[in-house]
């Protein structure tokens, strides 16, 4: 079993489009995030939550809306999508400090282009 | 503030060679956690170790080993005997009690193992 996955893998879409991707561990975790891994391979965090909670926003535009409907799911909303959103998107999930591992575990990835 | 530096950006070896990659973090927590992840060619990011600030036992595990400094504050990743599949993008990362919820990762290393 896949303890975190993200759909789809792959996403090509139009300027100005909305879409979404899906995000679920099967891991017991209690915090989930979303990084953004632009073309030199950076990993940024955008965003961060615990039991369902928004914890971190990293100064992301207003266009991303994450949601998270239980603590084993964490969906991004992309609206109005622009080129610069092109890059790749990774969900991952963790326990935090004191309840355990700390390691985060990663989704496979979405690659996200932006036309 | 939580920062994780990695100086080499890109590093080429021939096969069978030992090869070090850096990581120099910065924190004002004195309960910290740092990891190493790596991303092969094919994308996803698969976590490789996790080590807490209270043990600076290093840690060997195959051809891999980690030698952790608090004194000069790194975190270094060797791998011995180098292989074409070692070929990937490592990354260093640091969780910290202080930005519980922020896995802050390094600018990774582009290691090429060349037959």
């Known amino acids: 079993d896949t303890a975190v996955s993200q759909t789809p893998k792959y996403l090509v879409t139009q300027m100005g489009n909305d879409k979404s991707i899906k995000c679920e561990q099967n891991l017991g975790h209690d915090t989930m995030y979303w990084y953004k891994q632009d073309s030199k391979k950076f990993l940024k965090i955008m965003f961060s939550?615990?039991?369902?909670?928004?914890?971190i926003n990293e100064t992301v535009p207003n266009r991303f809306s994450p949601k998270s409907p239980d603590k084993a799911h964490l969906n991004l909303h992309i609206n109005s999508l622009e080129l610069g959103d092109s890059a790749v998107y990774f969900c991952a999930s963790s326990q935090v400090i004191g309840r355990g591992g700390t390691e985060a575990f990663f989704g496979q990835g979405t690659r996200l282009t932006v036309v | 503030a939580q920062k994780v530096t990695q100086a080499q950006t890109e590093i080429s070896v021939v096969e069978k060679e030992d090869v070090t990659l850096d990581c120099v973090y910065e924190?004002?927590?004195?309960?910290?956690?740092l990891f190493w992840y790596k991303q092969p060619p094919s994308g996803e990011l698969v976590f490789l170790i996790r080590r807490n600030s209270f043990d600076e036992q290093n840690e060997i595990s195959g051809r891999y080993s980690w030698n952790f400094q608090k004194s000069t504050s790194s975190f270094n990743f060797t791998i011995t005997a180098s292989q074409v599949v070692d070929s990937a993008v490592y990354f260093c990362?640091?969780?910290?009690?202080?930005?519980?919820?922020?896995?802050?990762f390094g600018k990774g290393t582009l290691l090429t193992v060349n037959p």
């Open positions: 939550y615990n039991n369902k909670e928004l914890i």
């Open positions: 990362a640091l969780l910290s009690g202080g930005s519980n919820y922020k896995l802050t």
């Open positions: 924190t004002r927590d004195t309960t910290y956690y």
